[in-house]
């Protein structure tokens, strides 16, 4: 029997060593495989209203989806799924504008997004701002993600290197978020998973702090206790500075569904078992 799809989730969120309060919100939901992690902005607590709404509004609204598709029994394919996980975000945006305009203290509120979706074989992932999805596998941390922000912008136009922009002024300046406008441009991918893949969404509080060399160290000194090793980042993000919230999602693939193979193969083996051996 094929293995099926078994995953193993852990969090951690942390106010940091600066902030008065967490605007940082997390939602896991291990039923329906869905995580989602926000890094919310604004002034009189709006943030981690901005924040909590989205990720509560978007983890509710994508399980609904899954569940009807579910019903249908119809075995929803990559760009379907990419489709569910923009149109929970957007209703996710649309719910914290909704609230901006009934209370007036929380306008101008927003908030980042990264989430994840692991369905069979494969990992969706959508995005907005500059919190990040990675994964690490055999030894390689890879950043999955393309961060919506000013940095970014420079870096991809060759003016700031990626070794200095760790220490840039201005690399908090995002250029996408949700509770901005009514429109959003949200970003997803897929990405084929293996077992003891390794995938790790976080906060700017955690990738600003830390270096890829760091986190490397820290993921490969303990990846058995997945909640010691979120607390573990963490402790490393605020021993450097801790200068924003800090938050962290690991979701480990314990086993999951072998790849399928490519068109050609399959047809050989159709046409195998439509011809007699003997012909």
Not at 125 to 146: E, K, P
Not at 221 to 233: E, I, K, P, T, Y
Not at 248 to 259: D, E, T, Y
């Amino acid at each position: 029997m094929a293995p099926s799809l078994v995953l193993q989730f852990a969090f951690k969120t942390d106010t940091g060593l600066v902030r008065s309060h967490n605007e940082d919100a997390i939602e896991l939901n291990a039923d329906y495989k869905i995580a989602v992690l926000a890094d919310g902005m604004g002034g009189y607590n709006a943030g981690e209203v901005a924040s909590g709404i989205a990720t509560s509004v978007f983890s509710a609204t994508l399980e609904q989806r899954l569940q009807q598709q579910a019903e249908k029994r119809h075995a929803p394919g990559s760009k379907f799924l990419q489709c569910l996980m923009k149109d929970s975000v957007c209703s996710a945006n649309a719910k914290i504008l909704e609230a901006a305009r009934r209370q007036p203290q929380f306008s101008g509120m927003g908030t980042t997004l990264v989430a994840a979706l692991f369905h069979r074989k494969r990992v969706v992932l959508a995005h907005i701002g500059d919190s990040r999805a990675y994964r690490f596998r055999r030894g390689v941390l890879a950043q999955l993600t393309h961060d919506h922000s000013q940095l970014q912008e420079q870096i991809d136009a060759g003016l700031v290197s990626p070794e200095w922009a760790r220490f840039a002024p201005n690399k908090n300046l995002i250029t996408r978020a949700l509770g901005v406008a009514a429109s959003l441009d949200v970003e997803t991918g897929v990405h084929l998973i293996e077992a003891d893949d390794l995938y790790l969404l976080c906060s700017d509080g955690l990738s600003d702090m830390l270096s890829n060399e760091q986190m490397v160290s820290l993921i490969n000194s303990n990846r058995v206790d997945l909640d010691l090793l979120c607390g573990s980042l963490v402790d490393a993000a605020n021993d450097n500075g801790g200068r924003d919230n800090i938050s962290v999602i690991l979701i480990k693939v314990q086993s999951c569904p072998p790849a399928e193979h490519g068109l050609r193969h399959r047809l050989s083996t159709w046409l195998q078992r439509l011809i007699p051996a003997s012909a």
